[in-house]
């Protein structure tokens, strides 16, 4: 069974300083992965996917993941948080040769502080 | 293109009621999927449907949860004799095809439908 695991319920971090939100996965091959933001009473938002390639992935809002297979992670990272970067952040992941329906973390909460 | 539209955003039912909550998927999308996310349990799938297929349910309640997605009109989910533990943010996605969502193309979600029953 696939499954991920958010360690984090909330970061914290000053503006204008680096954050990462941590994410690590459990799946029987290979991971297709994935970061969502959500902002208060909103949908889910895409960020950005790792399906395969380079191990470091861009994407919205300057965001980026690395994929690391020994370590089975995909934290999300920003060089420089803004407070606009405040919200709830989704990890997802799924087994390409299993079940097509993916499984989500809890989330993370990231609070910018001005 | 509108995106994914779900209504209502807010829903308050008694208990004992029934929900009903709607989803219209992107312009093309024929495939749609239904997620509850409930404080610090994250997003729970739910149900995957096809135009009138249901192809995968195994996240539904097994009691009082239904879901259609007919030929024409939204796909809606449908929760009879409401109770308090129903209370959650539903959120619908959609995609062009098959495995088309949170597979290789990005996500299309709804702003979700705030159930809470009193």
């Known amino acids: 069974a696939q499954s991920v695991a958010q360690p984090e319920d909330q970061v914290n971090v000053a503006e204008g300083n680096p954050l990462t939100v941590k994410c690590t996965y459990s799946?029987?091959?290979?991971?297709?992965l994935f970061w969502y933001v959500q902002y208060p009473n909103r949908g889910l938002q895409f960020l950005l996917k790792y399906i395969t390639g380079d191990n470091l992935v861009k994407g919205s809002y300057g965001f980026e993941a690395e994929f690391n297979k020994s370590q089975t992670s995909f934290h999300l990272k920003k060089p420089s948080a803004l407070v606009s970067d405040s919200a709830l952040y989704f990890c997802?992941?799924?087994?390409?040769?299993?079940?097509?329906?993916?499984?989500f973390g809890r989330g993370t909460s990231l609070i910018v502080h001005p | 293109n509108a995106g994914v539209m779900q209504n209502p955003r807010h829903l308050v039912r008694r208990r004992g009621q029934e929900a009903r909550l709607r989803c219209s998927p992107m312009k093309g999308h024929s495939h749609v999927y239904w997620y509850r996310q409930l404080p610090e349990e994250g997003l729970k799938f739910m149900v995957y449907?096809?135009?009138?297929?249901?192809?995968?349910e195994s996240g539904m309640p097994k009691e009082r949860f239904s879901a259609e997605f007919p030929k024409e009109g939204p796909s809606i989910l449908r929760i009879q004799q409401v109770v308090r533990g129903d209370s959650a943010a539903y959120f619908c996605?959609?995609?062009?095809?098959?495995?088309?969502?949170?597979?290789?193309?990005?996500?299309?979600f709804g702003q979700g439908t705030r159930l809470t029953v009193v």
């Open positions: 799946v029987s091959g290979n991971p297709y």
């Open positions: 996605a959609s995609s062009p095809r098959k495995g088309g969502v949170l597979w290789r193309t990005e996500a299309f």
């Open positions: 997802a992941v799924r087994d390409p040769g299993g079940s097509y329906i993916p499984t």
């Open positions: 449907l096809q135009k009138e297929n249901i192809i995968d």
